[in-house]
């Protein structure tokens, strides 16, 4: 079988293409994330400062709360990153590549 050099240097740049276009994905992802849960944190933690002398204790608990479930969010978050890259890098190389043929019908593979 002869080496096709154009096709594999073809397929080696949409795949590092496709990587790179992942990561940034990725990037954007975690970072609007980030401040989604760290905006959340800082209203939670401003609360028992903004609340009345009788409802402080409510306030602190709350705030407590809150930062137990994001940090709940962002162990999920960490934990889920790896299934939603692979599948971001295949979307990615599927588009760089473009639609594929069907085989024939009597020729499956």
């Not at 096709?7 to 293409?17: E, Y």
Request: proline share 6%.
């Amino acid at each position: 079988m002869a080496a096709n050099y154009p096709a594999m240097l073809r397929t080696a740049m949409q795949v590092q293409g496709a990587a790179a276009a992942t990561w940034l994905n990725l990037a954007g992802r975690a970072q609007k994330f980030a401040l989604q849960e760290l905006t959340g944190l800082a209203r939670a933690g401003a609360a028992p400062l903004l609340a009345g002398r009788n409802d402080r204790q409510t306030a602190c608990e709350d705030a407590l709360w809150t930062g137990y479930m994001a940090h709940q969010q962002c162990l999920r978050a960490l934990t889920g990153a790896s299934r939603l890259s692979l599948l971001v890098f295949l979307n990615e190389l599927d588009q760089r590549r473009g639609p594929r043929p069907m085989p024939p019908e009597g020729r499956r593979q």
